[in-house]
């Protein structure tokens, strides 16, 4: 697990919050990147808008897909569906 950095910041008046210099420095967020935000049971979770969703994405489950041929799984699935 990597490093956690632990902030205590306030809501501003407009419910506006200030990422802390040391976290936005270790997330590599500049002034005017964008961040996504959710919720998941009581906690908030705030991590950077990747610039490529593609980019971001590739190589996900690389694990899982070690040692199948892509074609022979491809055609194995279509020749399912003729039965």
């Known amino acids: 697990m990597s490093d956690i950095i632990v902030s205590t910041i306030k809501l501003g ?4 919050m200030v990422i802390p210099a040391e ?10 990147d964008e961040v996504l935000v959710a919720r998941s ?3 908030i979770i705030i991590i950077p808008k990747p610039k ?3 980019d971001y ?3 996900l489950h690389r694990s899982i ?8 799984y491809i055609r194995e699935e279509r020749d399912s569906w003729e039965d």
Not at 13 to 16: D, E, F, I, V
Not at 23 to 32: C, P, V, Y
Not at 65 to 72: C, H, R, S, T, V
């Open 41 to 43: 049971g009581n906690a």
């Open 57 to 59: 994405l590739m190589g």
């Open 65 to 72: 897909w070690q040692g199948i041929e892509p074609d022979a």
């Open 23 to 32: 976290i936005r420095k270790a997330m590599g967020l500049s002034e005017r």
């Open 13 to 16: 008046r407009r419910y506006q």
């Open 52 to 54: 490529s969703y593609a």
